[in-house]
């Protein structure tokens, strides 16, 4: 399916209706491009099979598919390589629900908690509001282009006595998907210094055709200290679920996690919720590969008009990019200048961290034809501000 009929197909026209992402836009008079949902339906079967389930009317209480877990663990071996078990698996209600709980698991309070920065909120937000420290170890930026400070990490791990390591990846919002060598040197920095790691993937289905994506849990020798979250919300915009899997390789370590959920009555599983997630895993690899194919387009466009003006990161993974405006923002705030000038809205580069002010996060998981109307608009200020 090429990237036009794909567009005909699947995108859907949000601006009347209740989508956050396109009510604030509606509110501010802008083009939104913010928050991570993207602008296209899932693939008519996944939509036809839950068509087919609310109609047959049988709500009572209910077993997963048989073969869900068969579902989900097939499609991340053929597409990842990694070979998961259905005992490694417990549910949680969305990505940062799955923080909390890994936090409350396996720290106690004031317990020192590494995130790389920029990053997505929540991560830092879930630990100060669990009563942890934050130790922050800033990516090495050059020219867009994001790479762990092992130095730095080696460092903090060792004098501020890290318990956790919180990971995304791949990265948000600075579009990183990991080399194996760069989490094969990470991670055998965690097992020096006996640090666990809770790494968030849930952007791991959005990989350009470029690149390789490496989960946590396929190096074996560190299974024993990782913890991932692993979600098709991302993927096939399916957040209104509110579905995600922790995924835990180690008893040891699972046995802490259940603990936790049974003492607070949490982690059961919601079959209405967990059943997109598997249409999505059975009937979903060909509208996967194109939105793929899509957002790989939308982000080159991008380059392409413009790269000759504004450093941007090169997006390697999710449909999120990191972009910035440097000198030509005329306001503490990129993403203001943007909303005055251009009629845009993303989201500030100060979230992910204060000093990217100048930075916004752009979502390209929408139509070319938006693409278009935000760079042009961006080109429009860019010439008026050079002259």
Not at 308 to 323: A, D, I, R, V
Request: glycine share 4%; proline share 4%; hydrophobic share 35%.
């Amino acid at each position: 399916m090429n990237n036009r009929t794909f567009t005909e197909k699947y995108y859907i026209e949000r601006k009347d209706t209740a989508s956050i992402k396109w009510a604030r836009g509606r509110q501010m008079g802008c083009l939104p491009m913010w928050i991570a949902d993207m602008d296209f339906r899932c693939d008519d079967r996944i939509i036809a099979h839950l068509n087919d389930f609310i109609a047959y009317g049988d709500y009572g209480y209910a077993n997963l598919p048989e073969d869900y877990y068969d579902t989900v663990i097939a499609w991340h071996k053929k597409r990842n390589s990694v070979a998961y078990r259905q005992e490694w698996f417990r549910s949680s209600k969305g990505a940062v629900d799955a923080m909390y709980q890994v936090i409350h698991s396996f720290t106690k309070e004031n317990d020192p908690i590494m995130i790389n920065t920029p990053l997505y909120p929540p991560f830092r937000d879930t630990i100060l509001k669990t009563k942890r420290k934050v130790v922050e170890s800033k990516l090495i930026d050059t020219d867009g282009y994001f790479t762990f400070d092992y130095a730095d990490i080696e460092t903090k791990f060792k004098e501020k006595k890290v318990k956790l390591l919180m990971l995304c990846s791949p990265h948000n919002p600075v579009g990183r998907v990991w080399k194996k060598g760069e989490l094969e040197e990470l991670f055998a920095l965690c097992k020096k210094y006996r640090v666990l790691i809770c790494c968030d993937e849930v952007h791991s289905d959005i990989i350009m055709p470029d690149q390789t994506f490496y989960p946590a849990l396929s190096f074996k020798e560190y299974q024993d200290r990782i913890i991932s979250i692993i979600a098709a919300s991302k993927s096939f915009s399916l957040a209104v679920f509110s579905h995600s899997h922790i995924v835990i390789a180690s008893e040891k370590l699972r046995n802490r996690l259940i603990a936790y959920q049974q003492l607070h009555h949490t982690g059961g599983i919601n079959v209405a919720n967990s059943l997109p997630t598997y249409y999505a895993y059975r009937y979903g690899e060909e509208w996967m590969d194109a939105l793929n194919n899509v957002v790989f387009e939308n982000y080159h466009y991008v380059k392409d008009h413009l790269g000759p003006y504004l450093n941007m990161t090169p997006l390697e993974g999710s449909y999120l990019l990191f972009l910035d405006l440097g000198n030509y923002s005329d306001q503490e705030s990129a993403s203001q200048c943007l909303i005055d000038h251009c009629k845009i809205l993303t989201n500030p580069g100060e979230a992910f961290a204060k000093r990217y002010s100048s930075w916004v996060r752009v979502n390209l998981a929408t139509s070319l034809d938006n693409v278009r109307k935000a760079v042009d608009a961006i080109l429009n200020y860019i010439e008026k501000t050079e002259k």
